[in-house]
């Protein structure tokens, strides 16, 4: 079952699928201290602003 697990993870990984909880463990770990206490964004926050910067600028081969 723990190899199951573990594939799984690793499959969600490699698909972005686990990227909001691993900015949340980023953000505990690296700006939880902060002085002005921002909340991490919230997973519809996050994702639209990933969405922003994934498209922003020209996208296009030549």
Same mark, same amino acid.
């Given at each position: 079952?723990?190899?199951?697990?573990?594939? /799984?993870?690793?499959?969600? #990984?490699? @698909?972005?699928?686990?990227?909001? !909880?691993?900015? %949340? &463990?980023?953000?505990? !770990?690296?700006? &939880?201290? +902060?002085?002005?206490?921002? $909340? $991490? %964004? @919230?997973?519809? +926050? =996050? =994702?639209? #602003? /990933?969405?922003?910067?994934? /498209?922003?600028?020209?996208?296009?081969?030549?």
């Amino acid at each position: 079952m723990d190899r199951i697990k573990h594939i /799984w993870q690793r499959i969600r #990984q490699l @698909s972005g699928d686990d990227v909001y !909880e691993r900015y %949340l &463990a980023h953000y505990a !770990e690296h700006h &939880a201290d +902060e002085v002005d206490g921002t $909340p $991490p %964004l @919230s997973r519809a +926050e =996050f =994702f639209r #602003q /990933w969405q922003d910067q994934k /498209w922003q600028g020209i996208k296009r081969c030549c």
